[in-house]
């Protein structure tokens, strides 16, 4: 465990080319979710301070966001670990200007399925799940053939199959995300979002997942790793990390890693670390 912790701590701090440069600050949103938030959010503040690169705050709604308003101007990243009530309308309107005038967003599992009448969150997001979504939505994005596809088949937005291991492939090794990625890589056991729906505007797919009918999928390529531009705003999606154990997956923490630091700036300055998941082998950041 020892050993496996500090290969791990090395890797991120050798993976940022400048970590006496100021630090971006985030602000990680949670307080209502039907996810684990209250273990979640510390892992996602544990990940992205561990790069040297983020100084993190947190906002927790509490069960009434009818008093939430957060000052986004003062972040350069907001990561959602939201789902819950609708926030006020002013806060939802300084959130949709900050997008649009260049803030980052890390939109962070179950965050997807937030606000599905918010038309312009929807935008924001791409793809998203559950809340009544269907066709009326947006597509569903596949990877068929090598190519991404927008299906408008009829049907609902959002499932998934059982929890298992699953291969994620990148698709585009040429994003500053993802660039450097191993071509396929093996994430721990985890819910495979599929079936997801939505605008799909100006939508870039880094990474897709088999979801397999025998675990109760599609038989798709689902988008797994996503960015959107909103305006002058950068998104990075990620359908991973369901749980505590779900995020303990040196592919999601880097991936989250470098997501953040490129919807936050624009560019990516962390290189990948020597040791990956390989397409057979998981590689957990904790044991």
């Given at each position: 465990?020892?050993?496996?912790?500090?290969?791990?701590?090395?890797?991120?701090?050798?993976?940022?080319?400048?970590?006496?440069?100021?630090?971006?600050?985030?602000?990680?949103?949670?307080g209502?979710?039907?996810?684990?938030?209250?273990?979640?959010?510390?892992?996602?503040?544990?990940?992205?301070?561990?790069?040297?690169?983020?100084?993190v705050?947190?906002?927790?709604?509490?069960?009434?966001?009818?008093?939430?308003?957060?000052?986004?101007?003062?972040?350069?990243?907001?990561?959602?670990?939201?789902?819950?009530a609708?926030?006020?309308?002013?806060?939802?309107?300084?959130?949709?200007?900050?997008?649009?005038?260049?803030?980052?967003?890390?939109?962070?599992?179950?965050a997807?399925?937030?606000?599905?009448?918010?038309?312009?969150?929807?935008?924001?997001?791409?793809?998203?799940?559950?809340?009544?979504?269907?066709?009326k939505?947006?597509?569903?994005?596949?990877?068929?053939?090598?190519?991404?596809?927008?299906?408008?088949?009829?049907?609902?937005?959002?499932?998934?199959?059982?929890?298992?291991?699953?291969?994620?492939?990148?698709?585009?090794?040429?994003?500053?995300?993802?660039?450097?990625?191993?071509?396929?890589?093996?994430?721990?056991?985890?819910?495979?979002?599929?079936?997801?729906?939505?605008?799909?505007?100006?939508?870039?797919?880094?990474?897709?997942?088999?979801?397999?009918?025998?675990?109760?999928?599609?038989?798709?390529?689902?988008?797994?790793?996503?960015?959107?531009?909103?305006?002058?705003?950068?998104?990075?999606?990620?359908?991973?990390?369901?749980?505590?154990?779900?995020?303990?997956?040196?592919?999601?923490?880097?991936?989250?890693?470098?997501?953040?630091?490129?919807?936050?700036?624009?560019?990516?300055?962390?290189?990948?670390?020597?040791?990956?998941?390989?397409?057979?082998?998981?590689?957990?950041?904790?044991?």
């Amino acid at each position: 465990m020892a050993r496996i912790m500090i290969t791990f701590i090395a890797l991120v701090l050798a993976s940022t080319s400048n970590v006496e440069a100021k630090k971006q600050n985030a602000l990680i949103i949670d307080g209502q979710n039907n996810h684990n938030w209250k273990g979640t959010t510390p892992v996602l503040r544990e990940y992205l301070e561990g790069s040297g690169l983020f100084s993190v705050d947190v906002a927790t709604t509490g069960d009434d966001p009818a008093d939430f308003t957060p000052d986004f101007s003062e972040y350069d990243v907001i990561v959602l670990n939201y789902n819950g009530a609708d926030w006020p309308k002013a806060t939802q309107s300084s959130f949709v200007k900050y997008i649009r005038d260049g803030g980052g967003l890390v939109v962070f599992h179950a965050a997807n399925n937030s606000f599905p009448k918010w038309k312009e969150y929807n935008q924001i997001i791409g793809l998203g799940g559950w809340g009544g979504r269907n066709e009326k939505d947006g597509p569903y994005i596949r990877y068929r053939n090598g190519s991404i596809v927008r299906d408008t088949s009829p049907g609902r937005g959002g499932s998934h199959g059982k929890q298992h291991e699953y291969v994620v492939e990148t698709i585009n090794t040429e994003h500053p995300i993802t660039k450097g990625f191993p071509a396929k890589w093996r994430h721990v056991t985890d819910e495979l979002y599929d079936r997801l729906r939505g605008p799909a505007e100006n939508l870039t797919v880094l990474a897709a997942a088999y979801s397999d009918k025998a675990t109760g999928g599609t038989g798709e390529y689902e988008p797994v790793l996503f960015t959107v531009t909103y305006g002058k705003g950068r998104i990075f999606h990620t359908v991973m990390g369901d749980n505590v154990k779900q995020m303990n997956c040196v592919g999601f923490a880097v991936s989250l890693q470098r997501g953040t630091e490129w919807a936050a700036t624009g560019k990516v300055t962390q290189t990948i670390p020597n040791h990956m998941p390989t397409a057979e082998t998981t590689l957990p950041v904790k044991k």
